[in-house]
Nanobody
Framework: QGSLVESGGGLVQAGASLRLACAASGITFYGYTLGWFRQAPGKDREFVASILWTGNSPYYADSAKGRSTISKDNPKETVFLQLNNLNPEDTATYYC????????????????WGQGTRVTVAS
């Protein structure tokens, strides 16, 4: 079975930036959509951004536009999420996920999930 492993989270002050990474283990991304989701305490998991492994086509939630950038490094089979100008409302556990085929904003469509990396933004 394949798996995804996130890294790069941490505690930062408001206005800071982080780059999260998601590395594949035991799977190949060709033909897949890679997505980032986040879940704050007491809230539902929400879509942040997605990208096609082959063909790019980045797509963002409205809340992420202008502050977040999704990218990939194909030789390393790794997907990144750059988070800029963070604020306390961005505090959440960030998950990467993968599904075969076209993009989706629904977490139920994704087949593979990482265990998450925690982002905490202090005022």
């Amino acid at each position: 079975q394949g798996s995804l492993v996130e890294s790069g989270g941490g505690l930062v002050q408001a206005g800071a930036s982080l780059r999260l990474a998601c590395a594949a283990s035991g799977i190949t991304f060709y033909g897949y959509t890679l997505g980032w989701f986040r879940q704050a305490p007491g809230k539902d998991r929400e879509f942040v951004a997605s990208i096609l492994w082959t063909g790019n086509s980045p797509y963002y939630a409205d809340s992420a536009k202008g502050r977040s950038t999704i990218s990939k490094d194909n030789p390393k089979e790794t997907v990144f999420l750059q988070l800029n100008n963070l604020n306390p409302e961005d505090t959440a556990t960030y998950y990467c996920a993968a599904k075969y085929g076209r993009r989706s904003i629904s977490d139920s469509d994704y087949e593979y999930w990482g265990q998450g990396t925690r982002v905490t933004v202090a005022s």
